[in-house]
């Protein structure tokens, strides 16, 4: 996600496909989620069944698997909300409203209940253990209802987002499943790869934009779009009645801009296909064969998927090419490259902001450079610094944490982006940048597909001081 802060803040239909292929790991060892979705605008509802196989690839017999419910932080008393009080009036357009997610049926289990600390998870147990190397399929019958909200999950003002719609098998790093409840701050989404295969039915005059490349078939006055994306970290659409396009390549992938309302699309285009192309030099192949950028209601900057950004209808011009890298640098950091986003934000937030002032340094006409790029950072991050340490007479600047420790959206700011902007300056810096490019060259390539640590990320670069020095900054050792 790219958040940007005013300054006022610092006060049915199958059909044969190409799939759209991520990165390594055999299709056996990865989960797969079959999804038969409609969409119901007048009842703001999304009905689905899925079909999910997981194969257990730990050491553990498991009698239980658990789901993430991110749709639940949507509902009416959902204790932690989806949207930060700052936020709440542009993201509830129309006044307070309300959705969620109900399960109504698994098959393939003994029983199933709703669990959590926020009734965040779906808890599935099953008929009989599931041991290593076996693999179990559920039949998940559910239905969304859509707060109007423009957000991730919601109906927005001018289209629908469709994203942490279903049941996301927890991530289960050491043969336990994490749990973790909505974040207001921050991208609280921890996801393995997995394999996609989805239709989506609505009415004929709707859109549907997504990663990879949906067929459409339209019949008796509805359309259904099938799209297969394997080896990625999550599925998402936008719905809408009002969209344009435009499509460029890059490299051989293929760059398509939707937008409602943009007099000047060129711009999103560019920066999208330049930065595809640049990242793609930079620090290795890029997954798939397309790339989309939708235009759509979103209260923050941005928001990255796999093969899917989508930018807020609300940018300025200026802020476009910000968002729109920054979003970008995302399929490297986040979608190809996962991390801990609840407990460790910096990690792919950091980098994929610190990627975007690399891509400004390396394409000056959209307005900046590298080391303009970096004093911000330093800035913002020294004017965080005093003021919050006047306040509190200490500051905290530890950068793993879990994102509900933050005090809102200006602390987990400057700590996840603009601290991250500044470790990955200090380490290009003291590592040379040979080292560094062949860093994260190295981090995308063996860490692709996976879910990385810190001391996975600081392995990659071949030098004594990068684990030490990334650790003085995420300790909050270090002063700057
Ligand atoms: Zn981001």
């Given at each position: 996600m790219r958040k940007i802060l005013s300054c006022a803040l610092l006060g049915a239909l199958i059909l044969p496909l190409a799939a759209v292929t991520g990165c390594k790991k055999a299709s056996d060892e990865r989960s797969k989620y079959e999804m038969q979705l409609e969409y119901f605008p007048e009842e703001r509802r999304l009905a689905a069944n899925m079909r999910v196989t997981v194969p257990n690839e730990t050491e553990n017999a498991f009698e239980e698997l658990k789901f993430q419910l991110?749709?639940?932080?949507?509902?009416?008393?959902?204790?932690?909300?989806?949207?930060s009080e700052l936020y709440a009036p542009a993201a509830y357009y129309d006044g307070k409203s309300y959705g969620g997610i109900t399960v109504n049926n698994v098959d393939g289990c003994e029983k199933f209940s709703v669990t959590g600390e926020d009734e965040n998870i779906l808890s599935v147990t099953l008929g009989a253990p599931l041991y290593p190397d076996e693999s179990v399929t559920l039949d998940v019958s559910f239905e969304v209802t859509l707060a109007k909200?423009?957000?991730?999950?919601g109906e927005g003002k001018n289209a629908v987002n469709l994203a942490h719609y279903y049941p996301v098998l927890c991530y289960c790093p050491d043969g336990s499943f994490r749990e973790y409840v909505y974040a207001a701050s921050g991208d609280p989404f921890v996801s393995e790869c997995a394999d996609y295969d989805v239709t989506l039915t609505v009415p004929e005059d709707y859109t549907v934009i997504s990663a990879g490349k949906p067929e459409c078939v339209a019949q008796n006055g509805k359309k259904t779009y099938h799209v297969i994306t394997e080896n990625v970290r999550d599925s998402a659409f936008v719905l809408g009645k009002n969209f344009q396009n435009a499509k460029t390549t890059a490299g051989g992938v293929e760059v398509e801009y939707y937008y409602?309302?943009?007099?000047?699309?060129e711009l999103a285009l560019g920066v999208a296909a330049d930065s595809l192309a640049y990242f793609d030099k930079s620090f290795?192949?890029?997954?798939?064969?397309t790339y989309t950028v939708v235009q759509t209601d979103f209260p923050y900057g941005g928001m990255e998927f796999a093969g899917l950004s989508m930018i807020s209808l609300d940018l300025r011009e200026a802020e476009i090419p910000t968002v729109v890298a920054h979003e970008t640098a995302h399929q490297w950091w986040y979608a190809l490259v996962g991390s801990n986003q609840f407990e460790s934000s910096w990690q792919d937030e950091g980098l994929a902001e610190f990627s975007t002032a690399l891509f400004f340094g390396a394409h000056e006409k959209y307005g900046g450079t590298y080391a303009q790029f970096i004093e911000a950072s330093e800035r913002s991050y020294r004017a965080f610094f005093s003021v919050y340490s006047q306040i509190n007479g200490s500051q905290n600047t530890a950068m793993n944490r879990p994102l509900t420790s933050f005090t809102g959206d200006y602390e987990y700011r400057n700590i996840a982006y603009d601290k991250g902007v500044i470790l990955f300056s200090r380490l290009k810096s003291v590592v040379g940048d040979g080292k560094f490019f062949e860093g994260l060259k190295r981090y995308a390539a063996r860490y692709g597909g996976k879910i990385a640590t810190e001391s996975d990320l600081a392995s990659c670069?071949?030098?004594?001081?990068a684990e030490g020095l990334i650790r003085s900054f995420t300790e909050g050792l270090c002063v700057i």
């Open positions: 991110w749709a639940n932080a949507y509902r009416e008393g959902a204790k932690y909300a989806p949207v909200i423009n957000h991730r999950l409602v309302s943009d007099s000047k699309p290795g192949d890029y997954p798939l064969s670069f071949s030098s004594a001081n």
